[in-house]
């Protein structure tokens, strides 16, 4: 179901030159300050999606009955996916009807600095394929939070260290070229994570921006990665996500840089050490009788040994 609202003119030629793509799903408490940030962009008038993935809560009546409330200069429309198709499968349809050369990403309980897309758009000139910034974290209630900010691997510009990563930069910080879908195609694994199969793709071509100030306030306690689950089902989960986002990363690599055998074994060897934590968290037994001969793994234990002997001996 699509339900387009308050369109109007959003630039001079075809396209808009920015498409500014929120993704929401069962964040009503949020969502409402999250759409008045996009509405509020400070910026030449621009095209903007609100898609929802089916919530089951009032995120999309809110998202709704805030734009009907619009009278700015954007293009503005609302959309609910049905059923719900999940983030990639999601994305992916937003980005079947995005008109923007470039697309700003944003979730539906974040919130965007108003000059955000003006501030991105000095660096498109440069023509990157992805183009990333610093950001704030706050938590559910809004507050600042000083909290040490993740490893962000492309920022050390090494193709090795960013193919074997599980951690690029925060998607929530995101902006891409279209040549990020169109010329590599839609993400085709499921359950990967997006930023870590486009930030992969720009940093192959070489074509990575990073806006050294602060253009999103990122809210710490509310996504899907923070929802109750115990630490077994956590594990698992990431760990296939994880290999989802190895695979997309080798058949990117496969395709298009083929003979960047380096880096295809990277992504290999990583991906096996996913399967392997997957089977000491599955089937512990099968796992001894699968890894328990790699000097690595034997070094792992004794390690582990020693440093539980270690731990004993100091509480004696």
């Not at 929802?52 to 999309?60: A, K, R, V």
């Not at 198709?85 to 974040?110: F, M, P, Q, S």
């Not at 660096?123 to 990157?128: N, T």
């Not at 080798?250 to 392997?276: M, Q, S, V």
Request: with cysteine; aromatic share 10%.
């Amino acid at each position: 179901m699509d339900d387009e609202m308050n369109a109007v003119p959003c630039t001079t030629g075809r396209n808009p030159a920015v498409t500014f793509a929120m993704f929401t799903f069962n964040q009503a408490p949020y969502v409402r300050e999250a759409v008045l940030a996009a509405l509020g962009q400070d910026c030449e008038p621009i095209e903007i999606i609100l898609s929802d993935d089916c919530s089951s809560d009032d995120t999309f009546a809110i998202m709704q009955e805030t734009v009907a409330a619009y009278r700015g200069p954007h293009r503005v429309m609302v959309r609910q996916e049905r059923p719900n198709r999940g983030l990639i499968g999601h994305i992916n349809a937003v980005l079947g009807i995005a008109g923007g050369e470039y697309i700003v990403l944003a979730a539906g309980d974040d919130l965007s600095r108003t000059d955000r897309v003006a501030v991105l758009m000095q660096e498109m000139a440069a023509r990157p394929l992805l183009i990333h910034s610093g950001f704030d974290f706050m938590d559910e209630a809004g507050r600042p939070l000083a909290m040490k900010k993740p490893y962000e691997a492309l920022l050390t510009g090494d193709l090795m260290t960013i193919a074997a990563a599980r951690a690029l930069y925060v998607g929530a910080t995101g902006c891409w070229h279209r040549d990020l879908f169109e010329k590599y195609g839609l993400i085709e694994a499921a359950g990967a994570y997006e930023d870590l199969v486009m930030g992969y793709r720009a940093a192959l071509a070489g074509r990575v921006a990073y806006v050294n100030r602060s253009l999103v306030r990122y809210r710490i306690g509310t996504g899907i990665t923070t929802r109750p689950e115990d630490a077994r089902a956590k594990v698992l989960r990431t760990c296939r996500a994880t290999i989802a986002s190895f695979e997309q990363r080798l058949a990117d690599t496969r395709r298009f840089f083929p003979a960047r055998g380096d880096l295809i074994a990277r992504i290999e060897k990583e991906r096996l050490r996913e399967e392997a934590v997957i089977a000491w968290y599955s089937d512990r037994p099968a796992f001894l009788r699968r890894y328990a001969w790699r000097v690595s793994v034997q070094t792992y234990f004794v390690g582990a040994a020693l440093a539980r002997m270690r731990q004993r001996f100091a509480a004696d």
